[in-house]
């Protein structure tokens, strides 16, 4: 049975879903990034979907979750690479990714992860990063 | 409405559900649809194919190329023997994202296609299909 | 017309089949000039099928109507053998003369039938006649609009080319739409947008509408649907140029602009997507 890999790079947790997702899978994949965010106080998850031709309300709602669990510790999630073809579908199928910001590939993605982390850092009290 | 080709796909776990996509992409390239129309009937099929097993407790999809001429289409018959429907007005507006029980993708699949048959009956079985004309 | 009459063609076209089929087979290669592209054995099939389903089709009575249930799986096979044939670049005749070619086997096994029954034998040769026509005619209708279809998806390809995406800054993309905006012609053009922005990896597009004199509701909605798939994407869209009477026309439909972003003309909006992408003091500066 595949896993997704999880990578970690400066600071910041990587995913690429390249497989056509199933439940086990998708849970899987749910209880091993909250385990990595935690264990290695990771401030961002990037979740990269180029590969996927289909995003359905199931995927979504993962990512969905995903995004909400990582905001619980503490990080940012950003997904990039939506083709196109599956934004338009989104769109028609009315279905939202709260909490869920993106950018157009891994780059922008990291850019928009490290420069929100550098952000916080910059500011002199700890207790203004709970508002951001 | 003539049948060109007809197949039928059991439905039964999520790996399924899996299948069940990937043969609808295949038939919708050969039914000659733009890629955008592709992902939308490949993303509506894999909707209804996840209720048919989440709720209805697995069933069949049927995949069929139609002519009406001149126009030719695909089209997916999604039946199972479950617990049936009892509300499919209030099925029809409930949205995914609320996440409450049901959570059923019915109203969002059915802007992804040109036509959206259901019906259900409590206790028998549901039967949705789906139609995408080129 | 008698319903003894109206019997005979289907039980010639059960009873001689074979004939038929060899014989019109013979006309239509005949028909065809040298070096046409079509396999005998392909067209074989073409004619088998079509005398069973013709053979089906007039055994219900009724024998003339062509638009009726009874010869809807010959229309159906007469529209994709059309389709294919314009597709593949017959000429319209060429085309009809698959129906029209029958003609002369089936009248001759007509003559034959009813040799000593000179009035039947007017008769249903007319309704022969008057039949293959008909199908005739209708695989002419179904090449036209086959055609037409082409010419159609080529004005869209047209239309494409014709709204160029131009990239004006690094990250920012600029969608000039000039004409009347249609439902189709809208989506053909947003979706290359999409395409697009994820080529040049672009923050922002600006889709300008200053050369767009009037708006329709769908083409609003695919306006905003387009803007929200971009940002969905992870791209930005301002929609500059909005002239008052599409002001107006946006209000009355009641259609929800929302967060989009918009800019009177588009040197305005390029201003902005500069801001935006954080580029404004770098371009400044090297104006001085």
Known sequence: MDRIPILKLRGLLLVSIQVDMHDRL????????????????????????????????????????????????????VVVGMQPAVAITL????????GVR????????????????????????ADARHKE | MPVTKSEELELRSAADVV????????????????????????????EIARN??????????????????????????????????????????????????????????????NEFHISSRVGEGTRVVITRWK | MSAATDAVIPRILKTHEAELLEEWLREQLSAFRVGAKIFESELRSQSREFLNLLQQATQGGNVGDVQGPSYGRVRDMLGDISRSR??????????????????????ARIRIELATDAESLATVTWTATELLDRLGLYTTEVYQK??????????????????????????????PMIGTLDSARTQVVMESLLQRIVETGADIAIIDITGVPTVDTLTAQHLIKTITAARLM???????????????????????????????????AFRRALDMTGQRERVLKSRA
């Open chain 1, 91 to 98: 769109v028609e199928l009315g279905l939202n990714l709260p």
């Open chain 3, 86 to 107: 314009s597709l593949q670049g017959f000429s319209p005749s060429e085309t009809a003369t698959f129906v029209f070619s029958l003609k002369r086997p089936l009248f």
């Open chain 2, 52 to 113: 048919t097993i989440d709720y209805g407790g697995g069933g069949t999809a049927t995949l069929e190329l139609i002519v009406e001429s001149p126009r030719r289409g695909l089209r997916v018959v999604f039946e199972d023997k479950g617990p049936g429907i009892s509300d499919i007005q209030q099925a029809m507006t409930d949205h995914f994202t609320t996440g409450n029980g049901l959570g059923l993708g019915l109203g969002g699949a059915k802007r992804l296609v």
């Open chain 3, 146 to 175: 086959s055609r037409e279809e082409v010419i159609t998806r080529q004005q869209q390809e047209l239309l494409e080319l014709s709204t160029p995406v131009v990239k004006l800054w690094d990250g920012i993309l600029a969608l």
């Open chain 1, 26 to 77: 998708a849970m899987q994949l749910q209880d091993e990034l909250t385990q990595k965010i935690s264990e290695t106080g990771a401030r961002g998850v990037l979740i990269d979907i180029s590969s996927l031709d289909i995003v359905d309300s199931f995927i979504g709602r993962m990512i969905a979750n995903i995004a909400a669990m990582a905001r619980v510790l503490d990080a940012e999630t």
């Open chain 3, 234 to 268: 992870g791209a930005d869209c301002i929609i500059s140029g909005i002239r008052p009477q599409i002001a107006q026309t946006i209000v009355h439909l009641g259609v929800d602009l929302g967060a989009v972003i918009t800019k009177a003309t588009l040197a305005d």
């Open chain 2, 19 to 46: 299948s069940v996509r990937q043969a609808v992409r295949t038939w919708a390239i050969e039914a000659g649809f733009s890629l955008v129309d592709q992902t939308k009937m490949v993303t509506a099929a894999s």
């Open chain 1, 102 to 125: 993106t950018a157009l590939n891994v780059d922008k993605g990291m850019a928009m992860l490290e420069s929100a982390k550098r952000d916080l850092e910059d500011l002199p009290d």
